[in-house]
């Protein structure tokens, strides 16, 4: 059974910091490109960040360069989202996402946590 289950939401104040993390657990952590999208209110899902099967390379949407990092730790197959300097834009429910490194078309859903950034 393919399980992705995201913790570590929360609500912040602006400027403060989150660590979002994914335990994935049901397919081989490895062959799958690990990714953070984010769904605020009204609005549609939009990828945040993705990372390589080795954790090699990156990608960040524009409006989060310098201020999260997305890592994962495939002996525990889990991927976290270090999110720094939060903005109340920056609030939403957020995802996580694997995609299969050859067939895109099998991918896993988290089931969302919430990150509210408000003073």
């Known amino acids: 059974q393919v399980q992705l289950v995201e913790s570590g939401g929360g609500l912040v104040q602006p400027g403060g910091s989150l660590r979002l993390s994914c335990a994935a657990s049901g397919f081989a952590f490895t062959g799958y490109v690990m990714s953070w999208y984010r769904q605020a209110p009204g609005k549609e899902r939009d990828m945040v960040a993705t990372i390589s099967n080795n954790g090699g390379n990156t990608n960040y949407v524009d409006s989060v360069k310098g201020r999260f990092a997305i890592s994962r730790d495939n002996a525990k197959n889990t991927v976290y989202l270090q999110m720094n300097s939060l903005k109340p834009e920056d609030t939403a429910v957020y995802y996580c996402?694997?995609?299969?490194?050859?067939?895109?078309?099998?991918?896993?859903w988290g089931q969302g946590t919430q990150v509210t950034v408000s003073s």
């Open positions: 996402k694997a995609t299969n490194s050859f067939k895109a078309a099998f991918s896993y």
